[in-house]
């Protein structure tokens, strides 16, 4: 028998070094993405779109030989990409689509994955890749930060529920600050009907917004690569325990602190 990592997002970035970095140490990994793009490390690819739960659930089906054979199961909930723009310039099917991305989708997924553990004996850990921003809000980032601190609420609310599962060994978070992957292209992207249909009240902002993540902008300091940020995803996974809370990059720590130790005035001062 051998371990077993399902990886979503995994045909870029962080999820691609991941399926990686699995495969390298054993794992059997199975690769989940939009759009499968040959991925050498993973045992199989599968397309996968989490805004469909009804995809999500017909997953279960192509998962449940592969759950079955194994000692043990990592589901990475490594997917996602930042929706940027004011809250008052954003449509509803951008606000669904961020939720669908980072927390409905997740967490349905890990609900199949331990439905199928349970039912074969097999432990589960579930980790889950969030970010510096799920706890340290910032301006014309909104639904990003709220749907990654939505991400932590909803995997530690998981855990809480789950707990008493004979297969459910753990639950943690991964919160990298900056990373060098393609995040800023995609947000570059995605931002860009917000500013074609934006009033007039934060061109400024949009116009250095979209200067800050164009091809060849500046990295912000302490930027950490994709590797840095799997591995810490496999520590979560190899740990005997494994932590709630994995964080990568100097500005998650420095934000940690922030939001622990000073005042909610305070915070806003400094982080405004």
Not at 143 to 166: L, P, T
Request: hydrophobic residues 45%; proline residues 4%.
């Amino acid at each position: 028998m051998t371990k077993l990592a399902l990886v979503t997002g995994a045909s870029t970035g962080i999820g691609r070094e991941t399926c990686d970095l699995f495969a390298r140490n054993g794992y059997r990994v199975i690769a989940l993405s939009r759009e499968p793009s040959g991925l050498e490390s993973a045992a199989l690819e599968l397309a996968l779109d989490l805004e469909s739960f009804e995809q999500i659930e017909w997953l279960a089906d192509a998962l449940d030989a592969e759950i079955a054979g194994a000692e043990r199961v990592i589901l990475v909930n490594n997917s996602g990409y930042g929706q940027f723009g004011a809250l008052r310039d954003l449509s509803e099917s951008m606000w669904q689509k961020q939720f669908s991305t980072h927390v409905f989708g997740p967490i349905k997924l890990a609900a199949v994955c331990l439905r199928l553990c349970e039912q074969h004996g097999i432990p589960l850990r579930v980790i889950a890749v969030s970010s510096v921003l799920s706890i340290v809000p910032q301006q014309m980032k909104g639904a990003y930060c709220a749907a990654k601190s939505a991400m932590n609420a909803a995997h530690d609310s998981f855990w809480f529920d789950e707990k008493g599962s004979n297969s459910l060994e753990s639950v943690s978070l991964v919160l990298p600050g900056p990373v060098k992957t393609q995040f800023r292209e995609h947000a570059l992207a995605a931002l860009q009907p917000v500013i074609g249909n934006a009033g007039s009240e934060h061109q400024n902002k949009y116009e250095a917004m979209a200067a800050s993540l164009a091809p060849g902008a500046k990295m912000k300091p302490f930027t950490a690569s994709a590797a840095d940020v799997a591995e810490k995803i496999f520590r979560a996974a190899e740990a005997v325990r494994s932590k709630p809370r994995y964080l990568v990059t100097p500005q998650t720590y420095l934000a940690a602190f922030i939001t622990r130790f000073l005042p909610c005035s305070m915070q806003r001062r400094m982080l405004g």
